[in-house]
């Protein structure tokens, strides 16, 4: 097989979540156990950070891995999901996996996949674990896909295991219960460890307290160990003043985002304990790598800058609190006009998302390329019951032309954001 051929593969024989939905989600660890004994436990031969929680797993994994490479640690880094390209997933010093090594993977496990069938997260969750231990890295990062208890990450055994926050996501799977929730991405805690809770939340951070007390594991509250200063902010970057208990240092971080900000404590956090067990010296300078965290790993989605003219940023907010959070950055802003495009998928909670939508901003209702996409003309039906100014233009790059030809000033500003799988439909030419 070819490398197209392989990716085909991987689609068409596998099921896969964001097409299939709830039906490839595959509770338990059978699968993977039987993958990773079969490959012979390949996460056991490097040091590993767990990261799970509802929002800012991705941005809180790369950046840990920018500020560990940037200090010479060789770090694999396991995201999900991709947007452009599937070996956005799997990297190693922020390079993408090889196209040959996934052939070579693909077909040297022919065999053992036809036997296991497992899910596409499955394989490509053992695929990441096999590559970092060919390419011998000190430290993996490892992203949960959904939940934490039940995902094919816990197999592994983490000295660090990070929960971001938690909020309401994937219910029809996790439950519809912020406990529920909780002690289902709880899960991820291991005995013996360090556990850093993100974000202060007080009517569930008892649930992982008495974890943490039950496995005899270190927690951590990040927001207690780091303080953060806003210095000065623009639509493009923010300078921010860090202090730590033995540092403060200044950053100039991308994106700017005030919800952003909020996985910065977590982020020093992790970083300091894995700088000092492997024994580097931790000065002001040691954490300047984030810095250049869009530049060197090309993450996207997350107010990601297209054009500066006209104005066209996207982000992949798909639940409650992450377009909350947007709606309150692009507000920061005071354009005069926001042209959003917006569409997801079915299984999220769109009469309670679209209810918290601004009555001020100009809707244009997309389609993401997917099978599980909600149909705009349904969308369409909320915006209306909630009287917002609304058109349907299904294409999002037909929808970015027909806003860019409405743009009349720089005060005004294209968004696109709903769905990763909306976003990755955008043309980058």
């Known amino acids: 097989m070819n490398y197209k ?4 593969f991987l689609y068409n024989n596998l099921t896969v979540y964001h097409i ?3 039906r490839a989600y595959k509770p338990g660890l059978k699968n993977i156990l039987k993958l990773d004994s079969a490959l012979n436990n390949p996460h056991k031969n490097y040091r590993i950070v767990h990261i799970g929680g509802t929002n800012g797993k991705g941005t809180t994994a790369h950046g840990i891995s920018r500020i560990t490479t940037s200090n010479n640690i060789k770090t694999g880094l396991y995201t999900s ?3 452009k390209d599937f070996r956005e997933r799997i990297r190693v010093n922020e390079k993408k996996i090889s196209k040959k090594y996934i052939i070579s993977f693909i077909e040297s496990n022919f065999d053992l996949i036809k036997n296991i069938k497992p899910s596409f997260f499955e394989i490509t969750t053992i695929m990441a674990l096999s590559y970092f231990k060919c390419k011998k890295v000190d430290l993996a990062i490892i992203e949960v896909g959904l939940g934490g208890r039940l995902d094919s990450t816990n197999i592994i055994n983490s000295f660090i295991s990070i929960i971001t926050n938690i909020s309401y996501d994937h219910q029809n799977i996790l439950g519809n219960k912020l406990i529920n929730i909780a002690n289902e991405k709880s899960g991820i805690i291991k005995k ?3 556990f850093i809770k993100g974000e202060k939340q007080n009517n569930i951070d008892n649930i992982f307290v008495k974890k943490c007390n039950k496995l005899k594991t270190k927690y951590i509250k990040s927001y207690q160990n780091v303080e953060i200063t806003s210095l000065s902010k623009n639509i493009f970057t923010r300078k921010i003043n860090v202090k730590t208990n033995n540092l403060e240092f200044i950053l100039n971080i991308k994106p700017p985002t005030n919800y952003y900000i909020k996985n910065i ?5 992790a970083s300091d304990i894995i700088l000092k067990k492997f024994k580097i010296k931790i000065t002001k300078y040691s954490f300047l790598g984030l810095e250049n965290l869009i530049k060197k790993t090309s993450l996207r989605g997350r107010w990601q800058i297209h054009s500066k003219k006209p104005l066209i940023i996207s982000d992949g907010c ?3 609190e992450s377009i909350n959070n947007i709606i309150n950055e692009l507000n920061s802003y005071k354009y005069e006009k926001v042209y959003f495009i917006i569409g997801g998928v079915k299984d999220k909670k769109w009469e309670k998302i679209i209810e918290i939508l601004p009555n001020n901003f100009n809707y244009i209702i997309s389609e993401p390329n997917n099978k599980r996409a909600i149909n705009p003309n349904k969308l369409s039906v909320y915006f209306k019951k ?3 100014n609304y058109i349907i233009i299904k294409e999002v790059n037909d929808a970015i032309i027909y806003c860019k030809n409405k743009l009349k000033s720089n005060k005004e500003l294209i968004f696109i954001g709903g769905s990763f799988f909306l976003i990755s439909d955008i043309n980058e030419k």
């Not at 051929?5 to 085909?8: A, C, P, R, S």
């Not at 404590?265 to 956090?269: D, S």
């Open 20 to 22: 299939n939905g709830k």
């Open 81 to 83: 999901p991709h947007i």
């Open 386 to 388: 909630n009287q917002l």
């Open 265 to 269: 404590p977590t982020i020093i956090n």
């Open 5 to 8: 051929e392989t990716i085909k």
């Open 192 to 194: 013996n460890s360090i």
């Open 318 to 320: 798909h639940n409650i």
